[in-house]
């Protein structure tokens, strides 16, 4: 299920800010999802059934964290037809590797190229002038990606380069077990999906509309974490682990990470030194707990990770595609604010495309792995 949109001609209008020159821009955006939609007060009834569990336990257990995490609805690759042709899925330590990397493939390959698609298509140029592909899946640390289709871009000078990632819990999907906890978790808080963007330097005038220009990228890798984050690939699938101090832990160390970055982009800025607040945010949401710790920590304004919070609402945490979506939700929200803007007779404009015209966008991954972005709004 794709969602089409064409954002290009109504941002054409409200773009005020040049491009730097020799710096990557995202200039399209696209995404997709299966077919399935899973409203998340029915999930854990569905889950239990479809796994034959029926231990009341788990079951409340499900259903609280269900609530807790803020989601909505997410979309889903499994199936009734999934379930009814491969029941080992469901079936304790049995081997299925093979079964699941078939579904995953079929499932994967066909909402990426409707992602990309949609990005060619809002991007308004011919897919023969896509230069390079940048492929994503599984990844789990969210911004190499970025960073790669960033690099691409900026070393091959006239390039475009596709970056498509794809994701589904497919691979992990297994029963709920007393002993694992924090199975429930993912099966509480995960989703299917696919992300698209378009990146390239020197944007053309009339032809093509920077969003977002990246402008630096960096990461950092925090000692004895190695455990709180853990994905084991097995005979069953994917063995993925959670650590309950994951929060704590981003909380207790992003505020060195994002001084880092402040200070970076504060001298690409060139004006003053750029606070917290100046700042915009897109921020991977990897579950509200993180987005609270790091709104504590900051102390930044509710409205800050809005975008981060409405994409969790909407499709969950979909791994390396959800820092796409923030993005792209943060230009329509940009676009719904000059749409207001012009409609305001008396001129009383909010000038948030100005007072937040750099920005972080920041992620979290096995390791614990902090990526960091220095982005800067165009619109």
Not at 86 to 94: I, M, Q, S
Not at 115 to 123: F, G, M, N, R
Request: net charge negative.
């Amino acid at each position: 299920m794709s969602t089409p949109t064409n954002m290009s001609n109504g941002y054409a209008k409200a773009h005020e800010l040049k491009p730097t020159q020799g710096k990557a821009a995202i200039l399209a955006f696209g995404k997709a999802f299966p077919r399935i939609e899973v409203k998340q007060e029915y999930l854990a009834e569905g889950y239990l059934r479809d796994t034959n569990c029926d231990d009341p336990v788990l079951k409340a257990k499900l259903e609280r964290l269900c609530k807790s995490t803020t989601v909505k609805t997410r979309y889903v690759v499994m199936s009734p037809e999934i379930l009814a042709k491969y029941p080992e899925l469901t079936v304790e330590g049995a081997t299925s590797i093979r079964q699941r990397l078939e579904i995953s493939n079929e499932a994967v390959t066909e909402i990426g190229v409707e992602a990309a698609k949609q990005a060619i298509s809002e991007w308004g140029r011919p897919a023969s002038q896509i230069t390079h592909l940048v492929y994503v899946t599984s990844s789990e640390i969210r911004l190499p990606g970025l960073r790669v289709a960033k690099d691409l871009a900026e070393n091959n000078p006239g390039s475009r380069v596709l970056l498509v990632t794809t994701e589904t819990t497919i691979i992990g999907y297994r029963p709920p077990n007393p002993s694992r906890p924090y199975d429930l978790v993912g099966a509480a808080l995960f989703g299917d999906g696919a992300a698209a963007a378009i990146l390239g330097t020197h944007p053309s005038p009339h032809l093509e509309t920077p969003f977002f220009e990246l402008h630096w990228a960096g990461q950092s890798f925090l000692p004895n974490t190695d455990h709180t984050i853990v994905g084991n690939l097995t005979e069953e699938g994917l063995i993925f682990h959670l650590g309950r101090d994951l929060p704590k832990i981003i909380e207790d160390n992003i505020e060195a990470f994002c001084n880092k970055l402040i200070g970076v982009a504060s001298s690409h800025n060139g004006k003053q030194e750029l606070q917290y607040k100046d700042l915009f945010w897109a921020v991977h949401p990897g579950g509200p707990a993180i987005l609270n710790a790091l709104e504590k920590k900051l102390d930044l304004p509710p409205e800050k990770l809005q975008c981060s919070r409405e994409v969790l609402m909407d499709y969950g945490n979909v791994s390396s595609n959800t820092i796409v979506y923030v993005l792209d939700y943060m230009r329509h929200k940009v676009a719904s604010n000059h749409k207001l803007n012009h409609k305001t007779v008396n001129n009383n404009v909010d000038h948030a495309s100005h007072t937040d015209e750099w920005g972080l966008i920041l992620a979290f991954g096995p390791g614990i792995t902090f990526e960091g972005l220095v982005a800067r709004k165009l619109v």
